[in-house]
């Protein structure tokens, strides 16, 4: 008998790519984590999975189970983009596209938080092309400097949904 995946999400925003990982896992996350700012986008994910719990990180009250973080097999996060998108059009500010946008903070906490704290077997999100490009260099740099910190290595993918079934061209990096 094959055990069960234990996995979870961190920002899962809509809940597409948890969905995705629940068709491909076979069972439904042990938990969901996320922040206050992302609450609106969420409430679909946590009306379809009322009984998977939701952590926001940025509560002072916090309290999660010790057992939930316990071996856990891959945790799946879908961070905001905008700071890698090609339709981020702000410009000379904190918010352009770009390695230094501070939209990026969500990776690099949500990362150092997971590797930290979750310890799973792999993490991996799903980001803007941007990622893999020139100017998501310095992201690129600053993630794979978090993994090494606490002993993971760091890959990057980039894909076209065409090539996945979905009759919608739609490059990604993950």
Not at 56 to 85: M, W
Not at 95 to 110: D, I, K, P
Request: contains cysteine; proline residues 5%; hydrophobic residues 35%.
């Amino acid at each position: 008998m094959e055990k069960e995946l234990k996995w979870g999400t961190i920002i899962p925003l809509i809940g597409g790519s948890a969905i995705g990982c629940k068709k491909s896992a076979g069972n439904e996350p042990a938990f969901h984590l996320s922040y206050d700012a992302f609450a609106a986008n969420e409430s679909h994910i946590e009306k379809y999975w009322p009984e998977v719990p939701m952590y926001r990180l940025d509560h002072e009250d916090l309290d999660i189970p010790k057992k939930t973080f316990q071996e856990v097999d891959y945790v799946n996060s879908v961070c905001p983009c905008a700071g890698l998108s090609q339709l981020n059009s702000a410009k000379g500010s904190a918010a352009s596209r770009g390695s230094g946008a501070t939209q990026n903070q969500w990776m690099y906490n949500s990362s150092e938080y997971i590797l930290e704290n979750v310890k799973p077997k792999v993490l991996w999100g799903e980001n803007a092309p941007g990622l893999f490009t020139k100017m998501g260099e310095g992201v690129v740099d600053r993630l794979k400097a978090i993994g090494e910190k606490y002993g993971y290595s760091f890959s990057l993918i980039k894909t076209n949904t065409e090539l996945h079934g979905i009759p919608q061209r739609r490059i990604r990096t993950f």
